[in-house]
């Protein structure tokens, strides 16, 4: 067990080194534990913040930071493009990236304000596909709690989750219906589209 | 009406209406054919929500203190209990027809006809449930999406529940006029209460959204069908395979 831990250890950090140097989409081999370990922390950081007892506007920015960290917001951002990110250049791709993460992080970020007041508990992990489930439980005072889970991936290179549900209500299906729907409103004009984000904040 | 008129109208009625929904509980199908009423309605009743229940929530909160809101949240859901019970008891869930029961008995006496919850801290606090929700233990399939003008987004099994729910709650038999009225005055404040409670994730939804019907409309049956069937999670789709195609 002890040799299969120092093994692991190795290949994790052999497999760093390579995905750094490659960029690849090989990721080194995380397990469930892994993702709920790093569910585990992001958790400890909002119930840390959430019992602060800073001001809410103070809460909110160190929700929208620990939103950034925690998230494969590059991901995210191309996800909610869908299709339409096939239409943009290179650098269009990266300023999007840009724009959509200060967007999406303090959206979701004030989202987390949702939780003063009460706490997150992490219940279970397991492996889908090439990622894993997280499932916490949200206790919050006055109604019956709710699941929220996370889903996880080290295929950024990096362990991050990439999608959260809230009650079953997938995020990153939400920000490709409101991107779809922005473009579509500005008949598919990706730099209209960046600039009002950017003045939606 | 009777009873068993009234049981009977809700049995047959909205059965044979079921039949006839086409589209089957699919995960991950958001087909939409009544999407032009829809939006109709949904303007409707975001323009409600604008002007009646929004403003009216942030007078309800401001005017009463969290106890009395707290006392009437309690009381109004401790009164919806006999329609869980029933519903419990149509579905054949024998563990949650104890726990409503237990729950509405330890609320109605100790709990002062409900304005207090102790049953929480004995940990009997049973989830809610609805007619819609028995009706799809039963098999019934969700049929389409619809959104009605003042009961906002539902299916068309949902809606004929919600019909249903109301001939078959057992309080409205038993109540007399008077207390009914204090029933639905309560049940009133506690949708007020949550209205406000909600506040910011509504708001964003319908008024920060750049289509809120498509976002309610998402939200709403990615809820419903995870409350129905939490086991079957949603089809998870891999972003970072998608963008390996």
């Known amino acids: ?201 | 009406m009777k009873l068993v008129t009234k049981l009977a109208l809700f049995l047959i009625v909205p059965l044979s209406f079921l039949s006839a929904c086409s589209s089957s509980f699919q995960l991950g199908n958001y087909d939409d054919p009544y999407e032009n009423v829809n939006r109709k309605s949904h303007e409707i009743n975001k323009a409600i929500d604008k002007k009646v229940l929004r403003p009216s929530s942030k007078i309800y909160v401001r005017a009463l203190g969290k106890k009395p809101r707290s006392a009437i949240a309690n009381f109004s859901e401790n009164w919806g209990l006999p329609k869980d019970f029933v519903n419990y008891t149509l579905q054949g869930d024998l563990r949650n027809v104890s726990k409503t029961s237990g729950q509405f008995l330890i609320n109605s006496t100790i709990g002062l006809a409900g304005i207090f919850d102790p049953s929480e801290k004995f940990g009997i606090s049973a989830r809610g449930t609805d007619f819609g929700e028995t009706l799809h233990r039963w098999g019934v399939s969700e049929g389409d999406y619809v959104e009605i003008i003042f009961l906002g987004p539902s299916t068309e099994r949902d809606m004929v529940g919600k019909v249903a729910d109301l001939l078959l709650n057992p309080v409205g038999f038993v109540l007399n006029p008077w207390q009914s009225r204090l029933v639905t005055t309560t049940n009133v404040g506690n949708v007020l209460g949550n209205r406000a409670a909600l506040g910011s994730t509504i708001d964003s939804v319908l008024y920060d959204s750049a289509d809120s019907y498509a976002q309610t409309k998402l939200a709403y049956l990615q809820g419903r069908r995870f409350r129905l069937n939490p086991e079957i999670s949603e089809i998870y789709s891999d972003p970072y395979e998608e963008m390996n195609d």
């Open chain 1, 1 to 201: 067990m002890t040799k299969g831990l120092i093994d692991r250890r190795c290949f994790v950090f052999s497999s760093t080194l390579l995905a750094a140097s490659a960029s690849s989409t090989l990721g080194w081999a995380a397990t469930a534990k892994d993702a709920e370990v790093l569910v585990e922390k992001l958790v400890a950081e909002i119930n840390a913040v959430i019992s602060s007892g800073n001001s809410e506007s103070v809460m909110v920015r160190q929700f929208e930071e620990i939103f950034k960290s925690y998230a494969d917001v590059p991901t995210i951002a191309r996800y909610a493009l869908g299709n339409d990110a096939r239409g943009l250049s290179q650098s269009q791709m990266e300023k999007f990236i840009k724009v959509y993460s200060v967007y999406v992080s303090h959206k979701y970020g004030r989202r987390f304000r949702e939780f003063i007041g009460g706490k997150i508990v992490v219940q279970k992990s397991r492996p889908i596909k090439s990622f894993f489930e997280v499932e916490t439980l949200a206790h919050l005072k006055g109604w019956e709690p709710f699941t929220v889970s996370f889903l996880v991936s080290n295929r950024s290179g990096k362990l991050l989750f990439f999608n959260m549900f809230i009650e079953g209500i997938n995020m990153l299906l939400s920000e490709r219906t409101e991107i779809g729907a922005m473009l579509d409103k500005r008949r598919g004009d990706v730099e209209k589209v960046m600039k009002d984000l950017q003045n939606s904040i």
